[in-house]
């Protein structure tokens, strides 16, 4: 299993297989990380993919409490 994803992602392969699920009639959707956003997204919208998700977590010290005060 470790040996099949050394070999880096090819976007040509990525947007043909979604052309071809286009061509079937299925809806297709893909998720990317935010890294590789910049990088895969216009490809995959170019080959007609329908909805793309970025995914990730969004954490902010905004939202971390310092105290354990629980609401009522």
């Known amino acids: 299993m470790q040996q099949m994803y050394l070999e880096p992602v090819k976007l040509e392969l990525v947007a043909e297989r979604i052309k071809q699920m286009k ?5 297709t959707s893909a998720s990317v990380t935010p890294a590789h956003t910049a990088w895969m ?3 995959i919208i170019d080959s007609g993919l329908d909805i793309l998700v970025i995914q990730g977590t969004v954490v902010s010290a905004e939202h971390v409490s ?6 009522t």
């Open 66 to 71: 310092k105290t354990a005060e629980l609401s």
């Open 41 to 43: 997204s216009k490809t």
């Open 23 to 27: 061509d079937a009639g299925i809806t």
